[in-house]
């Protein structure tokens, strides 16, 4: 999960700083930044939720770690689609 931070945050910023560069380079460094975002919602958040809900079965702390988990996930969803408006204008 560290390294999908790490990816997405290095190619978000060197697609800010080049943006004099080619359009191909700068939209290929953004969507590497978008890919290892989503790979970091999976290694970072719904792969361990899940796996702890696995073991609480169907527990109320299992309940709530879904929660918690839909939570998240809606929203970092929400994150990138803020992220493009911001960009676009």
Not at 51 to 71: F, I
């Amino acid at each position: 999960a560290l390294l999908c931070v790490q990816s997405m945050l290095w190619c978000g910023a060197t697609a800010d700083a080049l943006l004099s560069a080619p359009l191909a380079l700068t939209a290929s460094l953004l969507a590497a930044s978008f890919a290892s975002f989503y790979l970091l919602l999976h290694c970072g958040i719904r792969a361990p939720l899940a796996a702890c809900r696995r073991h609480a079965a169907d527990t109320a702390t299992g309940k709530r770690l879904r929660g918690v988990q839909t939570y998240l996930l809606t929203t970092w969803h929400a994150f990138p689609l803020v992220w493009l408006l911001d960009n676009s204008g």
